[in-house]
T-cell receptor
Framework: KAGVTQTPRYLIKTRGQQVTLSCSPI?????VSWYQQTPGQGLQFLFEYFSETQRNKGNFPGRFSGRQFSNSRSEMNVSTLELGDSALYLC??????????????FGNGTRLTVT | QKEVEQNSGPLSVPEGAIASLNCTYSDRGSQSFFWYRQYSGKSPELIMSIYSNGDKEDGRFTAQLNKASQYVSLLIRDSQPSDSATYLCAVSTSYGKLTFGQGTILTVHP
């Protein structure tokens, strides 16, 4: 079974630009979560989608947005990039998030560098 | 108070010893608890999950949960250099959201 696939693996953008990251979950998983990981803040929850609906959102500004498609694939978008947005962005999928025997499985992440 | 706190590291143990990693959480309604391992430059991988009070063993790993004390721990027996990584405690605090601790860096030296 293929794992969670994230594209691209690396991105370099300049301040003010916008970026779109893509995530394909494990086959059969309907929930996709996004996390930002930085050395100082650790893993921070961005948002979670289930059946194309955003059900949870973390404490990030509105510049961070996402969506999920009918095939469960998800994208997240960051507009007006700031230097502080440089991070590893991780996507994770699960069958029934937060439920017993339904843990998150992470992709390899997208490393975003904002210059 | 942070939602999920892990014992400060880094933690260094000799090969063959028991490594003990601890985590406390603030939300009494939390239901699911996970330990992830993250090697440098890699994404987190699940190593243990626990949902009921008590111990759960899987090979060299034992997870312990005490909901009354809001405490979850991970014991690694017969530690190996390949266990050297950052260990992340994660707690399901609401449907669809996992909150992670800051992580504990474990080094197992030969």
């Amino acid at each position: 079974k293929a794992g969670v696939t994230q594209t691209p693996r690396y991105l370099i953008k300049t301040r003010g630009q916008q970026v779109t990251l893509s995530c394909s979950p494990i086959s059969g998983h309907r929930s996709v979560s996004w996390y930002q990981q930085t050395p100082g803040q650790g893993l921070q929850f961005l948002f979670e989608y289930f059946s194309e609906t955003q059900r949870n959102k973390g404490n990030f500004p509105g510049r961070f947005s996402g969506r999920q498609f009918s095939n469960s694939r998800s994208e997240m978008n960051v507009s007006t990039l700031e230097l502080g947005d440089s991070a590893l962005y991780l996507c994770a999928s699960s069958f029934l998030p937060g439920q017993e025997n339904s843990p998150l499985h992470f992709g390899n992440g997208t490393r975003l560098t904002v210059t | 108070q942070k939602e999920v706190e892990q014992n400060s590291g880094p933690l260094s143990v000799p090969e063959g010893a028991i490594a003990s990693l601890n985590c406390t959480y603030s939300d009494r309604g939390s239901q699911s608890f996970f330990w992830y391992r993250q090697y440098s430059g890699k994404s987190p991988e699940l190593i243990m999950s626990i949902y009921s009070n008590g111990d759960k063993e899987d090979g060299r790993f034992t997870a312990q949960l005490n909901k009354a004390s809001q405490y979850v721990s991970l014991l690694i027996r017969d530690s190996q250099p390949s266990d050297s990584a950052t260990y992340l405690c994660a707690v399901s605090t609401s449907y669809g959201k996992l909150t992670f601790g800051q992580g504990t860096i474990l080094t197992v030296h030969p």
